[in-house]
């Protein structure tokens, strides 16, 4: 299982502090790196370094706006004083914005523009680019190699209804990716591996609304089809990324760069018939 150890590396973990990030820094704690949680909401980033704590790893919880250069060079600095230069990161900032949603009262010619640039801009910019443009250059130079990994979706495969930008936004994260893969390899080192992950369908606090009543709790007729379209029959855990997380930042992944693993229980297999 060396091949799959994390003993002696840092991870940075944007977004740690929601369901799937905190769950990706656990689990590579549990593989033995020292983890740097971030997120916009600092309890939630110190909530889940605690937890770390608390079952013999370490870590430490910050926050900071992905979305604000000046603070991920601010995060950069405390973390290098703190714990050196990361080895991995995990870029988990992301979700969907309702405003950017078609439905039954709001068309898509009634969308508006600022809300269409902000889920753009959380998941493109604060999920992909700015991380690795503020951690990915101290990241390149390190002999020994380093892995980025972000977080694409299900719909950068297969566009769903309704929620046009976000389906946008992770299709440019997607293409990203495997643009920064080649950048890197071909200009720094080809040591650093960039990897993404295309999580099928795990409830979270930005699509419980479309998936289940908010006054029952029953499957929406949107969160039937997805169950119905799921060869696994069931929606994704949090846990259900660790694996793969754990596989894209350790030495097992080695010669693995530029590609986007799907962890959708079979939806991205399956044609519907």
């Not at 969160?223 to 379209?229: F, P, R, S, T, Y």
């Not at 259900?240 to 754990?246: H, K, S, W």
Request: aromatic share 6%; proline share 5%; glycine share 10%.
């Amino acid at each position: 299982m060396e091949l799959f150890s994390l003993q002696g590396k840092l991870a940075v973990v944007t977004g740690g502090g929601g369901i799937l990030g905190a769950a990706m820094a656990k689990g590579l704690a549990t593989a033995g790196a020292k983890v740097a949680v971030a997120d916009l909401d600092e309890t939630a980033a110190k909530r889940t370094a605690a937890t770390i704590a608390e079952e013999g790893g370490t870590a430490r919880g910050s926050r900071a706006d992905a979305m604000k250069p000046e603070e991920l060079v601010a995060l950069r600095e405390a973390i290098r004083h703190d714990l050196g230069v990361p080895d991995i990161l995990v870029s988990a900032v992301g979700g969907n914005v309702k405003d950017a949603t078609t439905s039954e009262t709001v068309s898509f010619f009634d969308l508006p523009l600022p809300a269409l640039e902000r889920v753009v801009a959380l998941n493109l910019f604060a999920g992909a680019i700015l991380p690795a443009q503020v951690f990915g250059r101290e990241m390149a130079a390190k002999p020994e190699g380093a892995s980025i990994i972000n977080i694409s979706s299900m719909n950068a495969f297969r566009p769903l209804t309704k929620v046009v930008g976000y389906s946008a936004a992770k299709a440019a994260v997607s293409n990203f990716t495997q643009w920064l893969a080649v950048h890197l390899a071909q200009n720094y080192s080809p040591k650093i591996r960039v990897n993404a992950i295309a999580p099928g369908f795990f409830l979270t606090t930005q699509n419980r609304f479309l998936l289940t009543d908010e006054k029952t709790g029953e499957l929406t007729p949107r969160g039937h089809a997805i169950i119905d379209h799921t060869p696994m029959g069931r929606f994704g855990t949090p846990e259900d990324l660790v694996g793969t997380v754990i596989w894209l930042a350790s030495p097992a992944s080695s010669f693995v760069t530029g590609v986007v693993i799907p962890v959708d229980g079979g939806f991205s297999a399956f044609s519907g018939v």
